[in-house]
């Protein structure tokens, strides 16, 4: 590329003098996080094509990401996403939203139109909505590139929680019940009483990772993790294999007990959260080593990253959104991968995260329908209706 376009990287705290030199390149590349900051550099300048890369950074209409690159002028808009729908189908609106203003309606519109009645079950809307987006969609499917790239075989392995952990996961989901009773029969539920009841399911999902992670004081633990345990199964029989690892889990204190046992085993690991500084170092690490095990949060790692030296994935918590989850799988589940992939994701029984299994299933049927060939955070993502059943299907 460079051989006949200029390309200027507008990156770093000494970008001033970039901006002057603007209209002396061809191709300008930059990240979301500077555009927005950037951007009275941009409203003056008219390219001719923008594309965005990852562009489930505007799923949400309402960020400074997504406002930001749709006030940058030009004729022509492309944009590439391995997850255009993550929490729902108004995630593919506020996409459109940057390709075509305007083309799929006012977003209060379209989600009476389509959203609402698609989460209700509404297969003629979905399939309505289907047809109005699959002549601007081009899909790269896994089935397309098969031969590039090994198979992947996906895994549920599944653990009783210690008593230990069910006294205490009894105790925070019988008080999430009690919340949700008192405010069952609102209509519009209070922001506080909306938290008072995600706070007890972000609890009930720690403590099925680890009991330690919910409990404020230090006590003695017997059996504080039975997934814990399982991991540490799986991990013996990888290395037994000869296999390497990639761990995800959204939680970073998760990772924290993880690491302190991959130490009390001298088993050397890479690690990276949200605080990791020089990603590209750590990835190099484990890319041109023999390091068995990569500790990842979910958050910071589940996108642009090139993981192909590793032949086994494992999940270990779930998330509800099943685009997600294979967004971090496809870290190693990629072209350049030789190996076949395993992908592990474990689950506790009898508890929210089986609910929570079922809603992948219900959204990844929504996934494949909207998208078939031929045609924020926890609170802000789900629907009321949805975090009631987590909690309401528990344990029956």
Excluded at 191 to 201: C, D, P
Excluded at 278 to 305: C, Y
Excluded at 316 to 335: C, G, K, L, M, Y
Aim: aromatic share 8%; with cysteine; hydrophobic share 40%.
């Amino acid at each position: 590329m460079d051989a006949w376009l200029k390309v200027l990287a507008v990156e770093g705290s000494g970008r001033e003098g970039a901006f002057a030199q603007l209209r002396q390149h061809d191709v300008i590349v930059t990240s979301y996080a500077l555009i927005r900051r950037d951007l009275p550099h941009y409203r003056s300048q008219h390219f001719q094509t923008i594309f965005l890369d990852e562009a489930q950074h505007i799923k949400n209409r309402n960020t400074q990401n997504a406002q930001a690159v749709k006030a940058v002028r030009a004729d022509h808009r492309l944009v590439i996403t391995g997850t255009p729908l993550e929490n729902s189908v108004l995630d593919l609106w506020s996409i459109f939203d940057f390709l075509m203003p305007g083309y799929l309606g006012a977003a209060k519109d379209f989600k009476e139109r389509y959203e609402q009645p698609i989460l209700q079950g509404g297969t003629a809307s979905l399939q309505r909505l289907r047809r109005r987006v699959a002549p601007f969609l081009l899909r790269r499917t896994k089935e397309v590139v098969r031969p590039e790239i090994p198979e992947r075989l996906d895994h549920v392995l599944y653990c009783e929680l210690s008593p230990e952990q069910r006294a205490v996961y009894q105790q925070v989901m019988e008080l999430g019940r009690r919340q949700l009773m008192e405010i069952a029969g609102q209509k519009n539920p209070s922001s506080k009483s909306r938290m008072m009841v995600l706070t007890s399911i972000l609890r009930m999902r720690q403590i099925c990772c680890d009991a330690r992670m919910a409990v404020e004081k230090p006590k003695e633990w017997k059996r504080p993790s039975a997934k814990l345990e399982l991991f540490e199964e799986l991990l013996d029989s990888s290395l037994d294999g000869g296999h390497r690892m990639l761990v995800f889990s959204q939680f970073v204190g998760m990772l924290s007990i993880l690491r302190d046992r991959l130490e009390e085993r001298s088993i050397d690991y890479c690690y990276l959260d949200g605080s990791t500084r020089q990603r590209g170092k750590v990835v190099e690490r484990f890319e041109q080593s023999s390091i068995p095990v990569f500790l990842i949060s979910l958050k910071a790692g589940g996108t642009g990253l090139n993981l192909t030296g590793a032949d086994t994935v494992l999940h270990f918590d779930p998330w509800w959104n099943p685009a997600v989850e294979s967004q971090a799988t496809a870290r190693a589940h990629r072209i350049g991968q030789e190996k076949v992939v395993n992908n592990y994701k474990l689950i506790a029984r009898q508890t929210i995260e089986e609910n929570i299994l079922k809603m992948q299933s219900k959204k990844q049927q929504q996934l494949d329908a909207m998208l078939e060939s031929g045609g924020h955070e926890l609170g802000q993502s789900l629907a009321w209706d949805e975090i009631a059943t987590l909690l309401d299907g528990d344990l029956k």
